[in-house]
């Protein structure tokens, strides 16, 4: 087993990896906890299912959110399950490369390194987001040219330029395709009088959503149950709901995309109207999202195939790359 890791923890999944074996794991950032005992039963999908067939004092919890862990113990010992799932011994005190969102505050940054290496990590080494993303599409970050690069997340969203191995300007926001999620579940409770779980939610998202409201006069049934009784009912719902509903959250990505391209110097302004711009993430499955943000700043959107893996092909070419990127881990250590 090699001793280098690359670790990509997110709102909605995580993912690790190395540079000789691939992907070991690409599952979602949950953990199932037996209240009684408070241990950790089961990560990831094996957590959802166990979850979904045992009794109640097992429960899912996801220990990370809006780009940062909100549960350090958890996030601890979900990552040292993940390094067992693995077949990474707490004795071999390996080294990790991690991702972290560059609107982490140095206390968030702290935090992720220290569950890493309670977990079992000898070493952790961080590098931006945006920059693994954008090594991960073979993007020349340490030449003197603009590259854009949007990551629309579960749990958090950030634009950036970047260039000679830097970020030039960031816009971020604490807000992703979980948010779109809620709107529409808070939207099927206040006029339908129904609640929804999230799984739900996020179908309901994925059949009649659209950023530019092409949906329009389409309905979806799904089961519910009402607010008064719990009672199990099947309700038809409207694209317009749930258009209406993300109506808002879709302005605010829009807008963190304008915030971020307004900054860069005219130079590197040039070079991304010639290049364009890479978005990747989740959320950028969003119907009709990369076509508006295009039409409203501009500049031609690149979308990537198997965008939600950019990042974590980054970390594992940083692996490979340790002495060279020196510098853009040193940076985001601050």
């Given at each position: 087993?090699?001793?280098?890791?690359?670790?990509?923890?997110?709102?909605?999944?995580?993912?690790?990896?190395?540079?000789?074996?691939?992907?070991?794991?690409?599952?979602?950032?949950?953990?199932?906890?037996?209240?009684?005992?408070?241990?950790?039963?089961?990560?990831?999908?094996?957590?959802?299912?166990?979850?979904?067939?045992?009794?109640?004092?097992?429960?899912?919890?996801?220990?990370?959110?809006?780009?940062?862990?909100?549960?350090?113990?958890?996030?601890?010992?979900?990552?040292?399950?993940?390094?067992?799932?693995?077949?990474?011994?707490?004795?071999?005190?390996?080294?990790?490369?991690?991702?972290?969102?560059?609107?982490?505050?140095?206390?968030?940054?702290?935090?992720?390194?220290?569950?890493?290496?309670?977990?079992?990590?000898?070493?952790?080494?961080?590098?931006?987001?945006?920059?693994?993303?954008?090594?991960?599409?073979?993007?020349?970050?340490?030449?003197?040219?603009?590259?854009?690069?949007?990551?629309?997340?579960?749990?958090?969203?950030?634009?950036?330029?970047?260039?000679?191995?830097?970020?030039v300007t960031?816009?971020?926001?604490?807000?992703?395709?979980?948010?779109?999620?809620?709107?529409?579940?808070?939207?099927?409770?206040?006029?339908?009088?129904?609640?929804?779980?999230?799984?739900?939610?996020?179908?309901?998202?994925?059949?009649?959503?659209?950023?530019?409201?092409?949906?329009?006069?389409?309905?979806?049934?799904?089961?519910?149950?009402?607010?008064d009784s719990?009672?199990?009912?099947?309700?038809?719902?409207?694209?317009?709901?749930?258009?209406?509903?993300?109506?808002?959250?879709?302005?605010?990505?829009?807008?963190?995309?304008?915030?971020?391209?307004?900054?860069?110097?005219?130079?590197?302004?040039?070079?991304?109207?010639?290049?364009?711009?890479?978005?990747?993430?989740?959320?950028?499955?969003?119907?009709?999202?990369?076509?508006?943000?295009?039409?409203?700043?501009?500049v031609k959107?690149?979308?990537?195939?198997?965008?939600?893996?950019?990042?974590?092909?980054?970390?594992?070419?940083?692996?490979?790359?340790?002495?060279?990127?020196?510098?853009?881990?040193?940076?985001?250590?601050?």
């Open positions: 087993m090699a001793s280098d890791f690359a670790l990509d923890i997110g709102t909605s999944s995580i993912r690790l990896a190395s540079s000789s074996d691939g992907i070991l794991f690409n599952e979602p950032t949950v953990a199932a906890i037996d209240t009684r005992s408070g241990e950790i039963a089961e990560i990831g999908y094996g957590a959802l299912e166990m979850v979904a067939h045992t009794s109640r004092h097992v429960v899912a919890f996801r220990p990370f959110s809006q780009g940062t862990t909100i549960d350090f113990d958890v996030t601890a010992r979900l990552l040292s399950g993940l390094f067992a799932r693995s077949s990474i011994s707490k004795f071999s005190r390996v080294r990790v490369v991690m991702s972290v969102p560059s609107l982490a505050t140095s206390i968030e940054r702290r935090a992720l390194r220290q569950a890493a290496i309670q977990a079992g990590a000898r070493e952790v080494s961080l590098i931006e987001a945006p920059i693994a993303a954008a090594i991960g599409m073979g993007l020349p970050v340490q030449d003197p040219v603009g590259s854009a690069v949007t990551l629309l997340g579960g749990g958090a969203s950030e634009s950036a330029l970047l260039s000679l191995g830097g970020i960031t816009s971020t926001r604490r807000q992703g395709g979980i948010n779109l999620d809620n709107a529409i579940a808070s939207a099927l409770r206040q006029q339908l009088n129904v609640v929804v779980s999230p799984t739900t939610a996020e179908q309901l998202k994925m059949a009649l959503a659209s950023a530019l409201g092409r949906t329009s006069g389409r309905f979806e049934v799904v089961t519910a149950r009402t607010v719990g009672a199990l009912v099947e309700v038809s719902v409207s694209a317009d709901l749930v258009n209406n509903a993300i109506r808002d959250l879709v302005n605010v990505t829009v807008r963190m995309v304008q915030d971020s391209l307004g900054g860069a110097p005219p130079d590197l302004s040039q070079d991304v109207s010639t290049r364009g711009m890479a978005v990747v993430g989740g959320h950028a499955q969003l119907a009709g999202l990369t076509e508006l943000i295009s039409t409203s700043t501009g959107v690149n979308v990537v195939e198997e965008s939600d893996l950019v990042v974590i092909r980054g970390l594992q070419l940083c692996l490979d790359e340790m002495s060279s990127l020196h510098s853009l881990f040193r940076d985001a250590d601050r």
